[in-house]
């Protein structure tokens, strides 16, 4: 049972993240997040959704280990057996992630099948069962994610009830991505776009429960449109605009934070990554599980095609090095950059 002063401490923390990097299958892997820390300090990074059994019975290293730079790192988890999750929290802990977080809006099919994700929000009593144990069984902060409504359970009134009844478990944030979710129909992409927007709904939720932590998600496109919502709710997660162009996060620290540290340039944070990327390779990862993050990194800027030209070819090459790197810079840089490279 956690303390007053550490129950305290705890909210604080998850006050303290305005802005994150939302959780997107096979994009937010541990290579992702650490090129994207290389570029914020301070913005909450999330894994990828992995499921609770596979946390329970698979590869445990493969599946959470992470870079001690990532950090704040929240791990998402899929599942909705209250044991189970909270076994995840606790492994969770043991692991040193900053928080853990229980995914109530992938709309997918296979995640129907387990009975877990959006298809959750119409169970809003098991969602306050799961929460209830992971709280129980650690100390981290124990957040939900989740959608507006599914289906035609998509009145105020139901979310207000999904809302209500899951804090009283004791989620410590709820992050809400501004649409609904259609079960059947639509699929996860199409989920992400047909259904209208409405900001309009997370802004009443934060005013009807001023004492939650709310944060808003979906069709959030750069920092200007963060600081809008962050009128009216505590904090903003972005996805895919990131993704698209992870740059912006250089102005996240300063803009959302107040912090003065001048942000890395883009061939700044190309160098930062040489000596991860000289530790991976050493392990057997492949250069290309790594640089796939990086093709976005000089959007809109010259050279940026040519950039991701040489980054994609040569970079699946058997033995490819950091040689590829250099070699594309020169696309995008007035002259050459030297530095050391693997022998």
């Known amino acids: 049972m956690l303390t007053v002063p550490e129950l305290l401490d705890r909210t604080a923390v998850v006050r303290s993240h305005r802005l994150s990097v939302a959780p997107m299958l096979d994009r937010t892997d541990r290579h992702c997040r650490y090129f994207l820390r290389q570029i914020s300090r301070r913005t909450l990074l999330y894994t990828e959704m992995i499921v609770a059994q596979a946390i329970q019975y698979g590869d445990r290293a493969r599946l959470l280990d992470y870079d001690p730079q990532e950090h704040p790192v929240a791990l998402q988890v899929g599942g909705d057996n209250p044991q189970w999750l909270a076994d995840c929290a606790r492994i969770a802990e043991d692991w040193g992630y900053d928080e853990i977080n229980l995914n109530v ?149 300063a803009q959302l934070y107040g912090d003065h540290l001048e942000p890395r340039s883009r061939l700044q944070v190309v160098l930062a990554m040489m000596p991860y990327i000289e530790q991976q390779l050493s392990q057997g990862v492949r250069l290309h599980s790594i640089t796939r993050h990086l093709l976005q990194l000089f959007h809109g800027c010259p050279g940026s095609r040519a950039w991701k030209r040489v980054l994609t070819e040569q970079g699946c090459k058997p033995g490819a090095g950091p040689e590829v790197l250099l070699a594309a810079l020169e696309q995008v840089s007035e002259s050459p950059i030297l530095i050391p490279v693997r022998s």
């Open 105 to 253: 809006g992938c709309p997918s099919d296979r995640v129907q099948k387990g009975q877990f994700g959006a298809c959750l929000m119409a169970r809003p009593e098991q969602v306050a069962q799961c929460v209830e144990a992971m709280r129980s069984a650690s100390t981290l902060p124990v957040t939900v994610k989740h959608r507006i409504g599914i289906d035609d359970r998509d009145s105020y009134e139901e979310l207000q009830d999904f809302v209500r009844i899951v804090a009283e478990s004791g989620c410590d944030r709820f992050s809400v991505h501004a649409r609904k979710a259609w079960l059947q129909g639509l699929d996860p992409k199409q989920n992400r776009t047909i259904p209208p927007l409405r900001y309009d709904v997370v802004y009443q939720l934060k005013q009807d429960f001023p004492q939650l932590v709310i944060e808003i998600n979906g069709g959030i496109l750069d920092l200007d449109q963060a600081q809008q919502h962050l009128q009216q709710v505590d904090a903003v997660m972005m996805g895919r605009a990131i993704y698209d162009n992870p740059y912006l996060l250089a102005a996240a620290d």
